[in-house]
């Protein structure tokens, strides 16, 4: 970590101390793989507490990605905010994304059918926040606007149903 980083991450930390903990949307850092826990989803937020239906076995894992709900981030490579992997299991599964503050986000939620970490398109599964219909001419990409949502400080509930070729 450069002299720079350390001195504008202790800004930032200095910053969030001096405003009860809250921590920018732009300060927030890409790629943090967390543990699940329902921890979050059981106080005051905020968080979203994701009721994720129809997975098709209990084969792989499930991988939930939250993103900043830009236009810039979505679905592009490293620019996940936290990541969360859990063994799949066939029919429902509640999963408890913590977000790092009140704001617009995304979710994108894989199923890796085989375990393998690559995306299987003929047997791996997918699903977004709010449900965008997905064809073969958007690809599994729909927009932005179709998938943002805004969470304040509540545990937001949302329902994602998966999808498979």
């Not at 968080?47 to 129809?54: H, Q, R």
């Not at 790092?100 to 199923?111: D, F, K, V």
């Not at 064809?135 to 927009?143: T, Y």
Request: proline residues 5%; aromatic residues 6%.
């Amino acid at each position: 970590m450069s002299r720079f980083t350390r001195i504008a991450a202790a800004t930032v930390a200095a910053g969030a101390m001096a405003t009860g903990g809250a921590v920018p949307v732009a300060a927030q850092q890409y790629n943090r793989e967390v543990r699940h826990s329902i921890a979050p989803c059981q106080g005051s937020g905020p968080a979203v507490w994701i009721n994720v239906t129809n997975i098709k076995n209990s084969t792989g894992k499930l991988r939930v990605q939250l993103y900043r709900g830009t236009e810039r981030d979505w679905l592009e490579d490293g620019r996940w905010l936290t990541r969360i992997e859990v063994p799949a299991r066939q029919g429902v599964m509640q999963v408890c994304m913590p977000v790092p503050a009140a704001g617009s986000y995304a979710l994108a939620i894989r199923h890796d059918a085989n375990g393998n970490g690559s995306t299987d398109i003929m047997s791996d599964g997918g699903g977004m926040s709010n449900n965008p219909s997905i064809n073969i001419f958007n690809l599994g990409r729909p927009s932005i606007n179709r998938t943002r949502f805004t969470v304040g400080r509540e545990v937001l509930p949302m329902t994602i149903r998966m999808r498979y070729m």
